[in-house]
């Protein structure tokens, strides 16, 4: 079957970074805009130029760097100084292209632009004209159309193409539009604007209502063959409509979209981490495509499904969006077809152990605990072959120096095998500083992934209860320490991970590969 190409514009950088807690410097922006070339979208928005020096500066950088790839777009409002400061902005890119744009709704118009509709039709007349002049591609926004009269948006969208716009966007700016409707605006552009076949027509959705990924596709199998949209769906508000979804909807039902992208997939985990990182904001567990839930399996009856055969509750690869497996949550809810799987990754023979009673005793830790992570396994497993399970290392003391205009320095003693050693180290901040100082004595090398703080008691004495995830070699950890002082805290929770990689590294008989990473 034929598939139409539709042209991804990842706006992550403009519309995205507006929502990030901080701004993003230029060096950020350039890792994120090297990532997107990576993941080929068709066209990366990389700012609004005008809008402050260093997003002009951002902008130009990723111009004149971002080579043999993506066209690169700056936003404009139709103001002259606008337009000017982004055909400049752009202007070293191999494909420059110049997003201008204007509210089109009367609340638009008449509110916050104070304009009547005819000077607004001018205005997008002469501002398109010039910067056609500047920028050999030029895309034109109606701010709002989801709210716009149509008659109106059908003039403004005719005279944008005749004024040389060879793209037309169609924001549903505040998310409002449901996808019915959203698709009928776009049949009546195709059915009531005479030159549509001379530009590509765009749609750009907003989250406020949960319907932008919907609304997009909508827009796709109604004509439209340019998408904006962001990595993790951030942005303005409840944001944009989500890159990866939109992608994945459309490689997986292609045959029901007959529409396509450029985008290679298995990239998309990487720039999704990569932009929850840079711009400070976690992805949610249970978001679509890339959230740490994506690929998890926790109910017994699912587990055993995909054990037999993965098609019965995935409807996608994880290798496909770049993961390098799924994963199963071990929890009460598992049965005893995953947990035999899992031991026999762990190097536990069936003929070694009485399922029964393991069994019976992984569903009281897993009523206890929740989650059972590989560790438990392991320290089950032993103690149920009578080995003694107890702790390599015990944390016996630890001195943190820290403060404003001091460098954090830890030291820490530490009893291994009934010898005390001792160990001082710098780190960037006290909790690095610490975790440096037992990493000199444990010798292993950990990767934290996450560290949570909570308070468990109110008050100025409240107990810190720090949970620390990390990786090494031997698997994924969680680890938990409880303190009135946060540092200790952490560090008893980090001592906690030394201990379960220790546990492993003596008991496990096989290393089994981190899933779900
Ligand atoms: O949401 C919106 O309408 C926009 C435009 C500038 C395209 O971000
Ligand atoms: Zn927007």
Excluded: W
């Excluded at 948006?153 to 944008?160: G, H, P, Y």
């Excluded at 109604?222 to 769906?233: D, I, L, P, W, Y």
Aim: with cysteine; net charge neutral; proline share 3%.
């Amino acid at each position: 079957m034929k598939k139409e190409k539709v042209l991804i514009f990842d706006t992550t950088l403009r519309d995205g970074e507006q929502a990030a807690p901080a701004s993003l410097s230029v060096d950020q922006k350039l890792r994120v805009a090297r990532q997107l070339a990576r993941l080929n979208v068709d066209i990366i928005e990389a700012g609004f130029p005008i809008s402050s020096p260093g997003d002009f500066e951002s902008v130009s950088t990723i111009a004149r760097e971002i080579k043999d790839g993506p066209v690169i777009c700056g936003l404009a409002r139709l103001v002259e100084k606008d337009i000017v400061a982004c055909a400049k902005a752009v202007k070293p890119a191999q494909r420059p292209r110049v997003h201008t744009f204007i509210g089109t709704s009367a609340i638009h118009t008449e509110k916050k632009l104070r304009k009547s509709e005819d000077e607004v039709l001018s205005m997008i007349i002469d501002s398109v004209k010039l910067a056609r002049r500047l920028c050999p591609d030029v895309e034109f926004s109606a701010e709002d159309a989801g709210r716009t009269d149509g008659d109106y948006l059908c003039r403004v969208v005719e005279a944008a193409i005749r004024a040389g716009a060879s793209t037309v966007n169609i924001p549903d700016t505040v998310g409002y539009t449901p996808p019915e409707q959203f698709g009928a605006i776009i049949d009546m552009l195709f059915n009531r604007v005479p030159n549509i076949d001379r530009a590509v027509i765009s749609v750009h959705c907003h989250n406020d209502l949960g319907m932008s990924v919907a609304n997009s596709l909508t827009a796709v199998a109604h004509g439209a063959r340019q998408v904006e949209c962001t990595v993790n769906g951030i942005g303005e508000r409840a944001g944009n409509a989500a890159l990866e979804e939109i992608v994945m909807a459309l490689k997986l039902r292609g045959d029901f979209f007959k529409a396509d992208t450029n985008i290679n997939t298995r990239e998309i985990t990487r720039t999704s981490r990569l932009v929850s990182e840079i711009c400070s904001m976690p992805v949610q567990p249970n978001k679509a495509i890339v959230g740490s839930n994506a690929f998890a399996h926790s109910s017994g009856i699912h587990q055993d499904g995909v054990l037999k055969a993965r098609n019965t509750y995935e409807i996608m690869t994880p290798q496909s969006v770049g993961l390098k497996n799924n994963h199963m949550n071990l929890t009460s809810r598992s049965g005893s077809h995953i947990l035999k799987t899992r031991l026999a990754e762990l190097g536990y023979a069936e003929s070694d152990y009485d399922m029964l009673s393991v069994y019976e005793k992984f569903k009281a830790l897993a009523d206890k605990k929740g989650t059972v992570y590989d560790d438990d396994l392991v320290t089950l497993m032993e103690s149920e072959a009578g080995h003694e399970v107890i702790d390599t290392y015990t944390l016996d003391y630890l001195s943190v120096a820290c403060g404003r205009g001091v460098a954090p320095v830890a030291m820490a003693k530490i009893t291994v095998d009934g010898k005390t050693v001792q160990s001082a180290a710098y780190g960037d901040g006290p909790v690095h500083a610490a975790t440096n100082a037992i990493d000199q004595i444990v010798g292993y090398k950990i990767k934290v992934d996450n560290l949570y703080i909570a308070a468990i008691t109110e008050g100025r004495e409240a107990q810190a209860n720090v949970k620390v995830s990390a990786s090494s070699a031997e698997g994924s950890f969680v680890g938990r320490g409880v303190s009135t002082d946060i540092v200790e805290a952490s560090a008893l929770a980090y001592m906690d991970i030394v201990n379960k990689i220790a546990r492993m590294k003596k008991f496990k008989r096989k290393v089994p590969k981190v899933v779900n990473d």
